[in-house]
DNA sequence: TAGGCCATCTGGTCCT
DNA sequence: AGGACCAGATGGCCTA
């Protein structure tokens, strides 16, 4: 089993927020409040939110600032675009099936993160962040050996 | 009851 | 022209 599969068979049966404390042997073992830290290191980051909107990148205009505001901003012509009711049904279809996919890529990504004893359900930020420090954690320790 | 989270609708912009 | 992507608005549900 790789250091990933036994990391995960490790935190299984852990409640990720309320863990006993750090056992101080075991060089390099893994231990679920190592991400604890981290976590709550970067869930108060601030500016996280200003982070979040400047990686919207090849895309400027983008919904990045109110609509109209990005319409004036971005030299082009405003094109008024002339949609029926059906056509916007047919959008509003096409949405609902495009967040659909996006929830299926969360489900997948919660079962990858190791929090499987979180007695709550992740929220989708809870489990972006979660996966920034598990990555991040997992790289540090590659890096160690 | 307030606040967090989410689903949905909507309109603007980008891309093919 | 139309689909994809995105963010703002809104309302419902749930929990502390």
Known sequence: MDVEGSLLEYVGD??????????AAKLNALHPSDFRGRYFEIISI?????????????RPGTGNSPALAAASLSGRSKRKRVITTVQR???????????FS???AFDELRKKVPTFAYEKRLSRI??????????????DLLKEK
Do not use: C, W
Request: net charge positive; hydrophobic share 40%; glycine share 4%.
């Open 46 to 58: 601030p500016g996280a939110e200003e982070a979040t909107r400047s990686t919207q990148i090849g």
């Open 14 to 23: 852990v409640h990720f927020l309320d863990l006993p404390p750090k056992p």
């Open 126 to 139: 809870e489990t972006l962040r979660l996966a920034i420090v598990y990555i991040s954690f997992m790289t």
């Open 102 to 104: 996006l929830n299926e």
């Open 89 to 99: 049904q047919a959008a509003n279809v096409r949405e609902r099936r495009r967040m």
